[in-house]
Nanobody, 124 residues
Framework: VQLQASGGGLVQPGDSLTLSCKTS????????IGWFRQVPGKEREGVSS????????WYASSVKGRFTISRNKAKNTVDLQINNLKAEDTAVYYC??????????????????WGQGTQVTVSS
């Protein structure tokens, strides 16, 4: 399963950033895809996911209202737009595909495949 994350970087508080997860059309059309993040010493946590069947989205309460997940079928990507970035958003962000049958991707135990991480650092 191809999952290639990109778009991370060093940004200032209040800035916006868009992360992209490039995958195959087959994966995009058949599996739930989500974004997780991890900081050193903490467990990887789910932040958002989007289903393949109906485009249903899920957001962790800590990011709701600032993060927007979407599918770009022309580019075969799942994008995560992050607005009003905060220092606590600093983490390595990973995209992931849910195991077959997963409707909402929230937990690392539901992940079938991981992409490589992309670092987001929010600092003034």
């Amino acid at each position: 399963v191809q999952l290639q994350a990109s778009g991370g970087g060093l940004v200032q508080p209040g800035d916006s950033l868009t992360l992209s997860c490039k995958t195959s059309r087959f994966v995009l059309n058949n599996y739930v895809i989500g974004w997780f993040r991890q900081v050193p010493g903490k467990e990887r946590e789910g932040v958002s996911s989007i289903s393949s069947s109906d485009g249903n989205t899920w957001y962790a309460s800590s990011v709701k209202g600032r993060f927007t997940i979407s599918r770009n079928k022309a580019k075969n990507t799942v994008d995560l737009q992050i607005n009003n970035l905060k220092a606590e958003d600093t983490a390595v962000y990973y995209c992931a595909v849910g195991v077959p049958g997963t409707a909402v991707l929230i937990l690392p135990t539901q992940v079938g495949a991981w992409g490589q991480g992309t670092q987001v650092t929010v600092s003034s």
